[in-house]
T-cell receptor
Framework: GAVVSQHPSWVICKSGTSVKIECRSL??????MFWYRQFPKQSLMLMAT?????????EQGVEKDKFLINHASLTLSTLTVTSAHPEDSSFYIC????????????????FGPGTRLTVL | GIQVEQSPPDLILQEGANSTLRCNFS?????LQWFHQNPWGQLINLFY???GTKQNGRLSATTVATERYSLLYISSSQTTDSGVYFC??????????FGPGTSLSVIP
């Protein structure tokens, strides 16, 4: 149980294009999903918290117009990197909390396999 | 904001050895998780442990919330244990902060 998928696994795009990354909870419903970014040999940095049916909450320093987040259903959140530039190249990872476990007091996060973005 | 530290930053073990990884945090937290990031980047949940002690096979973890630290024990290490181990804490503001990680290499 508690499986989170991400698509695509990796993507290469040209500078100036937009890239959409999907995060799905496959066997549970998630009212809250999180998006992280990880540079090589560094830790995970939280970019934003995505709540189903409402606007995402972005961390300080993360441009909301550049990193568009949509949490349209209880099993799907998307991150769109708009007008991508080489400095946006990174490993993007999503996570989700199981709604039923949260209601029981367990805020455990389950992570997707990540998406490696390379902007040329 | 809350600071999360992990030690040691790097660790090399001979297969079969035991090790203890430490996570210190600077303020009260609502919960704490330990993860193993494999070489392909996947984060694997090890423990959800806001307090107390848990064991799962060769791994166990202890969190002493009042003293703001958690320990991850790995016994009889195997080469497949190699990777980066992260602790992550959730603050009272519902923020999740990751520590810098411990990079573990287990050599045969």
């Amino acid at each position: 149980g508690a499986v989170v998928s991400q698509h695509p696994s990796w993507v290469i795009c040209k500078s100036g294009t937009s890239v959409k990354i999907e995060c799905r909870s496959l066997d549970f419903q998630a009212t809250t999903m999180f998006w992280y970014r990880q540079f090589p040999k560094q830790s995970l940095m939280l970019m934003a918290t995505s709540n189903e049916g409402s606007k995402a909450t972005y961390e300080q320093g993360v441009e909301k117009d550049k990193f568009l987040i949509n949490h349209a259903s209880l099993t799907l959140s998307t991150l769109t990197v708009t007008s991508a530039h080489p400095e946006d190249s990174s490993f993007y990872i999503c996570s989700a909390r199981d709604q039923r476990k949260v209601l029981a007091g367990y805020n455990e996060q389950f992570f997707g396999p990540g998406t490696r973005l390379t902007v040329l | 904001g809350i600071q999360v530290e992990q030690s040691p930053p790097d660790l090399i073990l001979q297969e079969g050895a035991n090790s203890t990884l430490r996570c210190n945090f600077s303020d009260s937290v609502n919960n704490l998780q330990w993860f193993h990031q494999n070489p392909w980047g996947q984060l694997i949940n090890l423990f959800y442990i806001p307090s107390g002690t848990k064991q799962n096979g060769r791994l166990s973890a202890t969190t002493v919330a009042t003293e703001r630290y958690s320990l991850l024990y790995i016994s009889s290490s195997q080469t497949t244990d190699s990777g980066v181990y992260f602790c992550a804490v959730e603050t009272s503001y519902d923020k999740v902060i990751f520590g810098p990680g411990t990079s573990l290499s287990v050599i045969p």
